[in-house]
């Protein structure tokens, strides 16, 4: 008898129910596998939510934060300098090193990234309250106040995002389900812009405190007297609107992390690959360098980043002092986003209040390409690094953590930058005028720097060399694998 023979008969023997499998039922498991990778609308929309508190928070901060340092919180530009720069210096040392801890996190019921989400929503909305709390205290005390909930804010907040961010390699195996989920994403994150600033402002922007100086006519002690008491009455209310507004927002930031928790469900392991040993910071760094795709888009993300953040940092001064539209500057601030040309125009008009609503809402069409469109694509590069690395797996984070990384580092340097130079201009906080050099220096922060940075942005994302023929070829490359 033949081996073969022989083992044909053992397995008909021993294994009856065994039965050859025909090419309809690979199809029919094919398509049962499809089935259950595919992301429904409402997972979708509930993923897409989770973006929401970075940057309703990172707008409500951006654009608010500064101003209210300067002229509630009535601190010295050089601390409010000090403020925004080691805090968001802060905020990119722990983005790497989040990273590196949840690349070590082990898997629980509630999956690897969801722990992460939970534990620090409730941190994180105390402490992102407490910033916008003014204490009784000297100027230094004001400083440290400042200085601590602002980093623990920013160190909580990244325990909530990059797990976040990582999450989307999880939700789905499926590249075209991602992609899905990732521009359900992306058009949340660009309302959410919106309603951080929308929230702020209509609370904020009716509590607006006087002025200090310009034309006033105080006669005698007694109009004096009454004045600074009409002064301190309308600056209470202006920090009580800031308080409420930030409660609302700790509301949002709460309902968004509960929708996220419920509505996704994490996926373990869908590539059936074993995660590589944790990498050290300096091994983590070699990795993320030494790919060039990743380092043209960081880069190209890098100024076009900066630019809008130079942007949200300093409009609001701008409206104030140089187009004299203190009592407009909230809404203004609510339909504007940023663009080229209305970076460009703004400067030139000078103070057409139609005008500048007009071309507000006009440039908010660009923030989406020119702000977050970078996100959608970091993917793409991760999948690009498997094709090219397929022995590295489970650094999916880390990607991640380096990509927020570098952007937040270099954005408190360049805040910080353009908080000083307001010092070095002369800026009198809460001023009804302020120096001609403060009105030069604010139309290079909100023009010609971010113009210039958006310039070279453009210049490096045109060397981008992941094309989409690339791109679905690693798709199929990595859906063969699995």
Not at 288 to 311: C, E, I, Q, R, W
Request: with cysteine.
């Amino acid at each position: 008898m033949a081996r073969g023979e022989g083992a044909e008969q053992f397995s008909a023997t021993l294994l009856p129910h065994v039965k050859p499998v025909s090419q309809d039922g690979i199809k029919i498991a094919k398509k049962r596998e499809q089935r259950s990778n595919h992301l429904s609308l409402c997972s979708k929309l509930c993923y897409a939510v989770g973006g929401a508190p970075y940057q309703i928070t990172g707008s409500a901060l951006g654009f608010f934060l500064q101003i209210y340092l300067l002229d509630v919180a009535q601190l010295e530009p050089f601390y409010a300098s000090i403020i925004l720069f080691v805090g968001r210096a802060w905020d990119a040392v722990t983005d790497p090193t989040v990273g590196f801890l949840v690349s070590r996190s082990r898997w629980t019921r509630f999956g690897r990234m969801m722990p992460w989400i939970l534990i620090s929503t409730p941190l994180a909305v105390l402490s992102y309250i407490l910033i916008w709390v003014v204490p009784s205290v000297d100027q230094l005390s004001k400083l440290m106040w400042y200085l601590i909930f602002y980093c623990v804010f920013q160190s909580l907040q990244t325990c909530f995002h990059v797990p976040y961010s990582a999450l989307t390699m999880f939700i789905s195996p499926e590249q075209k389900e991602r992609d899905s989920a990732t521009a359900f994403r992306m058009t949340i994150e660009v309302l959410s812009i919106v309603v951080g600033t929308a929230i702020q402002g209509l609370i904020v922007g009716n509590a607006i405190p006087p002025c200090v100086g310009g034309n006033l006519n105080l006669t005698n002690g007694l109009n004096a007297t009454i004045f600074n008491s009409s002064q301190e009455s309308s600056l209470d209310k202006t920090k009580q609107a800031y308080l409420i507004a930030s409660g609302v927002i700790s509301g949002v930031y709460v309902l968004c992390a509960i929708v996220l928790f419920l509505g996704v469900r994490e996926q373990e392991g869908h590539e059936h690959v074993k995660v590589n040993r944790p990498l050290s910071f300096c091994e983590g760094l070699h990795l993320v360098l030494g790919y060039k795709p990743y380092v043209k888009l960081v880069m190209g993300f890098l100024f076009t980043s900066l630019a809008f953040m130079l942007l949200e940092g300093n409009f609001n001064l701008f409206c104030i002092y140089v187009l004299g539209f203190r009592d407009h500057f909230a809404n203004i601030l609510m339909v504007i986003m940023w663009a080229v040309p209305f970076l460009i125009l703004i400067v030139l008009i000078t103070s057409n209040l139609v005008a500048s609503y007009l071309i507000a809402i006009a440039a908010g069409i660009s923030v989406a390409a020119a702000f977050l469109l970078p996100w959608s694509m970091l993917p793409d590069v991760v999948d690009d690094f498997k094709v090219q690395n397929p022995d590295s797996h489970g650094h999916e984070a880390i990607f991640y953590s380096f990509y927020v990384f570098f952007t937040k580092f270099a954005s408190g340097v360049s805040l910080g930058i353009s908080t000083l130079s307001l010092e070095f201009a002369g800026y009198v906080s809460n001023a009804c005028v302020q120096p001609d050099k403060v009105h030069l220096t604010l139309k290079i922060l909100v023009s010609l720097a971010p113009v210039v940075l958006i310039g070279l942005g453009l210049l490096i994302f045109k060397t981008y060399p992941i094309s989409e023929e690339r791109r679905q070829g690693n798709r199929k490359i990595l859906q063969n694998l699995r």
